[in-house]
């Protein structure tokens, strides 16, 4: 999965919990402060970290969301 977050564009594994009274996937990221780019199949999530960052940035500086992710890069 990659994970998107202010320190960067990192690439990890993620191993979800299998226990019978476990949350779906996306619920158990969501809890981990990981917010999906889509939630039928997960393949990139965003901290929520980062999504405060991107609007503040946005709204003091303008910055798109393309130039931002290229900040990040």
């Given at each position: 999965m990659t994970v998107v977050d202010t320190s960067g564009i990192h690439v990890m594994?993620?191993?979800f919990c299998q226990c019978s009274d476990a949350l779906t996937a996306d619920k158990q990221l969501f809890e981990m402060g990981l917010f999906l780019a889509s939630f039928t199949r997960p393949k990139?999530?965003?901290t929520f970290a980062?999504?405060?960052?991107?609007?503040?940035?946005?709204?003091?500086?303008g910055t798109?969301?393309?130039?931002?992710?290229?900040?990040l890069r």
């Amino acid at each position: 999965m990659t994970v998107v977050d202010t320190s960067g564009i990192h690439v990890m594994s993620i191993r979800f919990c299998q226990c019978s009274d476990a949350l779906t996937a996306d619920k158990q990221l969501f809890e981990m402060g990981l917010f999906l780019a889509s939630f039928t199949r997960p393949k990139t999530a965003f901290t929520f970290a980062l999504l405060d960052d991107f609007i503040q940035d946005n709204l003091e500086c303008g910055t798109s969301s393309m130039n931002y992710y290229s900040k990040l890069r």
